[in-house]
């Protein structure tokens, strides 16, 4: 299947019927946060914010993040592969720091393993540099997290 430019993907709110998709998604995407289904359902239901990126009516990627009083946290972000390096994560990105501005976050934060260089990379391309580093954060493998934040206001 050909490549599909970004543009034509489609960013809308999560919803809980996109639980089994995201998870699939996730489930491709090692460092996605090893959430269940019913988790996703749960996040998409009301516990966190969500957005998905569609492509004819194929989620194709998804990120969930939280605000708390003026702090934004991105929790989990994921793009199919073969869609991947097309700008979908930008986007999604793009949409939850907008929204987090919003609702008065002043800073943005997320953790990211250190071997995920691409991630590392794609975060440091949207302003965000590293703070601190949790020890053992991560399993299957244990690995260290490094947290990364980013200025809003």
Known sequence: M????????????????????????AAASPG??????????????????GWIAEEDSRLVGFLFMRVAADEMEILNLAVAPGRRKLGIASRLIDRALARAKSSGAARAF??????????AALYAKHGFAPASRRACYYSNPVEDALVLSKQLS
């Open 32 to 49: 996605a946060a090893p959430w269940s289904a019913n988790q996703y359902a749960a996040a998409a239901g009301g516990d966190y914010e």
């Open 2 to 25: 050909a490549a599909v430019p970004a543009p034509l993907v489609r960013l809308r709110p999560a919803e809980p019927r996109d639980a089994p998709a995201i998870a699939v998604v």
């Open 110 to 119: 997320l953790e990211v393993r250190p071997s995920n260089i691409a991630a």
